[in-house]
Structure formats: structure tokens, C-alpha cells
């Protein structure tokens, strides 16, 4: 299983708020920021929140990303159809001195 | 445009070996960390390796050490990771990724698959 934990899925009707979990240990989550990636069937994955709450460029300032001690939390507001995908959190970990994602969590848009 | 395709996956039988490369244009090669992602079948992400820019720091997940071996050319913008001692479990399409630092990847390659079976 992965070391970061996830719950596997997610659902949402378009406009609600949506939240996706991410829980850690203080050896990844609570010493290290939180990137959260986005992955479409058969794409590769797209960088969506970074530094536990940062947007790159030409992400809508729907999604967000928040930390608190050893878990963290990825929101999507005003959802849309096309928002329908797999979502992963990701840290560093400084035990395992390597990089640790969760088990990714799909996101169905009812 | 940055971009970074990824070659060197194919069929390979237990125990065997192949040489991934990465090519990337449209950044300054050199000012980057550099990582492997992996994706088997059906399955979740999972970081296998990185490489700080100039190749003197590697770290790699537990499954993969003394197995896999993550280099770099930055004469020929390039990423490598040779991959030994190949498993089923193995089995994934690897991604090439670039590092915003040595944990945040901003921006990933198409992939190429590795598949191990006899």
C-alpha cells in the first residue's frame, strides 16, 4: 500500500464543492510540502497544486490545496464535467529519503 | 515549449535489462532536478528516482536499489535510467519528469512502457 493514504474515490454534481484527503506521517507530510497531481485516462500526469497550496499557471483558481500537521487537503469548487479524473498527493519523505505519492484518488462528476 | 520524451521501453524477459532516455528541450537542462515515475497497468503513481542537476545526489525507492541506476547528460539534455534485474512487478509505463526542485514535478513526458514477461 502507498505511504501516503488516500480514499480511493470521489463524487460531486457540477457546481458542488468537492474535497480530497491526504493523510501522511510526520516523516513526509509533516516536514515537507504537498504537491497534488491531476491524470486523465491514458495522459500523463499534470502538476495542479504545489507547495501545499500554490497554483501553477493556467490552473482555474477552482482548485486548491491546504496542509495541517500530517494531512493534507486538495478542494475543488464549482465542479465541472471536465474535472472528472484521477488525483494524486505527493511529498518527500525524509525516512525513506525518496519521493512517496498516494494511492490517487478518481473523481466522478455525477 | 518544455518537452521530454521518453524512449527505450519494450518487452523484456525476467531478468533482463534496458536503458530508458529521456530527451528534453525548450529549458535549461542543467538547472533542473530530474525524475522517474512509474505507472503500472491499472495502477496508482510510483516515484522511483531522481537526480539533482549536476548528477552528484541520486536517490531511488527501496524496490528498485541496486537494480536501477538514474544518470544524466547535460551536454546532450538528456536523463537516463538503467533498469537491471527486471521483474514482473516491474512492469509500467515510466515517466521522465522535471523538478521544480527535488520533489515537485512540473512537468512530466509521455511515458514509455516496460513490460516484463518471459
Known amino acids: 500500500q502507498s505511504v501516503l493514504t488516500q480514499t480511493p474515490s470521489a463524487s460531486g454534481t457540477p457546481g458542488q464543492r468537492v474535497t480530497i484527503s491526504c493523510s501522511g506521517s510526520?516523516?513526509?507530510?509533516?516536514?515537507?510540502?504537498v504537491n497534488w497531481y491531476q491524470q486523465f485516462p491514458g495522459t500523463a500526469p499534470k502538476l495542479l497544486i504545489y507547495y501545499n497550496n500554490q497554483r501553477p499557471s493556467g490552473v482555474p483558481d477552482r482548485f486548491s490545496g491546504s496542509k495541517s500537521g500530517t494531512s493534507a487537503s486538495l478542494a475543488i469548487s464549482g465542479l465541472q464535467s471536465e474535472d472528472e479524473a484521477d488525483y494524486y498527493c505527493a511529498a518527500w519523505d525524509d525516512s525513506l529519503t525518496a519521493g512517496v505519492f498516494g494511492g490517487g484518488t478518481k473523481l466522478t462528476v455525477l | 515549449e518544455v518537452q521530454l520524451v521518453e524512449s527505450g521501453g519494450g518487452l523484456v524477459q525476467p531478468g533482463g535489462s534496458l536503458r530508458l532516455s529521456c530527451a528534453a528541450s525548450?529549458?535549461?537542462?542543467?538547472?533542473?532536478?530530474m525524475s522517474w515515475v512509474r505507472q503500472a497497468p491499472g495502477k496508482g503513481l510510483e516515484w522511483v528516482a531522481n537526480i539533482k542537476q549536476d548528477g552528484r545526489e541520486k536517490y531511488y525507492v527501496d524496490s528498485v536499489k541496486g537494480r536501477f541506476t538514474i544518470s544524466r547528460d547535460n551536454a546532450k539534455n538528456s536523463l537516463y535510467l538503467q533498469v537491471n534485474s527486471l521483474r514482473a512487478e516491474d512492469t509500467a509505463v515510466y515517466y521522465c519528469?522535471?523538478?521544480?526542485?527535488?520533489?515537485?514535478?512540473?512537468?512530466w513526458g509521455q511515458g514509455t512502457l516496460v513490460t516484463v514477461s518471459s
Open positions: 525548450g529549458f535549461t537542462f542543467s538547472n533542473y532536478w
Open positions: 519528469a522535471r523538478g521544480n526542485d527535488y520533489e515537485t514535478l512540473d512537468y
Open positions: 510526520s516523516s513526509n507530510i509533516g516536514s515537507n510540502t
